[in-house]
């Protein structure tokens, strides 16, 4: 069982920047690929961002390519999405999740435990 838990959600002006925040419990998560995903109302969850087990492979969403950058660090369970350039198109609950396997998915099917998500207002 693998519990996730997203934080460095918020308020910022356009242009601006955050960073969110994923801490994992459990054992499996250096072995795990894992991703940030978003919901706006109305919406389906779409892929941000993913990372391999390693770190050493990302994949990004055209949309946030060249202004997000995912990252992980194994010894302290924790995944990162860095976010700068803010557009209000970015407004969403933003959610970590991690897959059973090392690669992760561009699919949310591809994932098997996700957090609660965190709210990401950008105002213009």
């Known amino acids: 069982q693998v519990q996730l838990v997203e934080s460095g959600g918020g308020l910022a002006q356009a242009g601006g920047s955050l960073r969110l925040s994923c801490a994992a419990s459990?054992?499996?998560?250096?072995?795990?690929?894992m991703g940030w995903f978003r919901q706006a109302p109305g919406k389906e969850r779409e892929i941000v961002a993913r990372?391999?087990?390693?770190?050493?492979?990302?994949v990004y969403a055209d949309s946030v390519k060249g202004r997000f950058t995912i990252s992980r660090d194994n010894a302290k369970n924790t995944l990162y999405l860095q976010m700068n350039s803010l557009k209000p198109e970015d407004t969403a609950v933003y959610y970590c999740?991690?897959?059973?396997?090392?690669?992760?998915?561009?699919?949310?099917?591809?994932?098997?435990?996700w957090g609660q998500g965190t709210q990401v207002t950008v105002s213009s």
């Open positions: 459990g054992r499996t998560f250096s072995r795990s690929g």
């Open positions: 999740a991690a897959s059973s396997g090392p690669v992760g998915s561009s699919s949310v099917r591809g994932y098997d435990y």
């Open positions: 990372i391999n087990w390693s770190g050493s492979s990302t």
